[in-house]
Each structure stands twice: as structure tokens, then as C-alpha cells.
């Protein structure tokens, strides 16, 4: 599934939210260029930390397009909304700006953590509607979940959880 694919039509989550669907493709274009080149630049050296980066603009879509789908309640909408807010943000627990594109492992790391409690509310195939990853999205999800301790740094991975407390 391609990034235009999916809910894209306007609702009262995206007026919200005030992240339009230009505003979110731009931002998914945007960090998809600069982790492919941060990742071409490291090569072998980037380890496993880069096929969770390359899920970055993909996680972001995804809680976007879900916060955008009327089939999914006004309660996860909150959440969804907080995570893409959470990716939007220059401040989070490893900013982008200190730490270049390995910044998102911690976005992807919370986006899997929503999308896990998501899943108690939302079919799993309107998730999968909206994933455009090449994983399954609960398969890489239960990767996220089981590898976010090596992924971040225990205490980011504290903030994050309690993120849901």
C-alpha cells in the first residue's frame, strides 16, 4: 500500500489534530529521505536499529491514517493522535535533532505500543488496511514490543511506557 492510500478524507480528528493530508504525506516524504540516506551512509553499521528506522514514516502513517479513519472510535483517536503529535514533535525522549534519523527508533517503539493497545478496540484488518509496511503489522509490531529493550535506552523505554500510565 502506497502512502496515499488509505483514509485521507477530511474529519473532525484531522481538523483537530490541524495535520492536514499534504502536512502528514510531506512529513512521511520527508523522513523516509533522511533515514534511506542515513542508513546508505552507514551501511553494515547501523545494525538491526535500521530496518526499525525504515518503519519510521510508515508508523507515522499508519497512527495518522487511523486517527483519520471514522471506523475507529473518538477514544483510540486520542491516542493516535497523541502518537502522531509524539513524531511531530522536535522534544521527545531522543530528538531528532541531537541525534539525527536514529532519533525515531523511540517513535517507532511508542508508535508499536499504540498500535498494540489499539488492537483491543480496532479490527485488526482496518489496522492492516492502513500499513504500509512490507511486515505484517501485528508481526512487526510483536517484533517492536519484543526488541524495544534493545531498540532504546531502558529509562527512554520507562518514559515511553508511561506514556500509557
Same mark, same amino acid.
Given at each position: 500500500?502506497?502512502?496515499?492510500?488509505?483514509?485521507?478524507?477530511?474529519?473532525?480528528?484531522?481538523?483537530?489534530?490541524?495535520?492536514?493530508?499534504?502536512?502528514?504525506?510531506?512529513?512521511?516524504?520527508?523522513?523516509?529521505?533522511?533515514?534511506?540516506?542515513?542508513?546508505?551512509?552507514?551501511?553494515?553499521?547501523?545494525?538491526?536499529?535500521?530496518?526499525?528506522?525504515?518503519?519510521?514514516?510508515?508508523?507515522?502513517?499508519?497512527?495518522?491514517?487511523?486517527?483519520?479513519?471514522?471506523?475507529?472510535?473518538?477514544?483510540?483517536?486520542?491516542?493516535?493522535?497523541?502518537?502522531?503529535?509524539?513524531?511531530? %514533535?522536535?522534544?521527545?525522549?531522543? @530528538?531528532?535533532? =541531537?541525534? &539525527?534519523?536514529?532519533? *525515531?527508533? /523511540?517513535?517507532?517503539?511508542?508508535?508499536?505500543?499504540?498500535?498494540?493497545?489499539?488492537?483491543?478496540?480496532?479490527?485488526?484488518?482496518?489496522?492492516?488496511?492502513?500499513?504500509?509496511?512490507?511486515?505484517?503489522?501485528?508481526?512487526?509490531?510483536?517484533?517492536?514490543?519484543?526488541? %524495544?529493550?534493545?531498540?532504546?535506552? @531502558?529509562?527512554? =523505554?520507562? &518514559?515511553?511506557?508511561? *506514556?500509557? /500510565?
Amino acid at each position: 500500500m502506497s502512502p496515499g492510500n488509505g483514509a485521507g478524507k477530511s474529519s473532525s480528528a484531522l481538523a483537530k489534530s490541524k495535520v492536514s493530508r499534504a502536512d502528514a504525506f510531506r512529513f512521511y516524504d520527508r523522513i523516509r529521505v533522511r533515514i534511506s540516506r542515513y542508513l546508505a551512509e552507514k551501511g553494515p553499521a547501523a545494525g538491526s536499529a535500521g530496518e526499525f528506522l525504515m518503519a519510521a514514516p510508515d508508523m507515522f502513517i499508519l497512527l495518522w491514517r487511523l486517527a483519520n479513519d471514522p471506523r475507529v472510535a473518538s477514544k483510540s483517536k486520542l491516542l493516535l493522535g497523541a502518537g502522531v503529535a509524539y513524531f511531530l %514533535s522536535p522534544l521527545d525522549l531522543l @530528538p531528532e535533532f =541531537l541525534f &539525527g534519523p536514529i532519533g *525515531f527508533l /523511540d517513535d517507532v517503539v511508542l508508535g508499536a505500543f499504540i498500535v498494540s493497545r489499539l488492537l483491543a478496540d480496532v479490527d485488526p484488518e482496518i489496522v492492516r488496511e492502513h500499513w504500509s509496511g512490507r511486515e505484517d503489522i501485528l508481526a512487526f509490531v510483536h517484533r517492536v514490543m519484543s526488541s %524495544s529493550d534493545r531498540l532504546v535506552n @531502558p529509562r527512554v =523505554l520507562k &518514559g515511553l511506557k508511561r *506514556f500509557f /500510565d
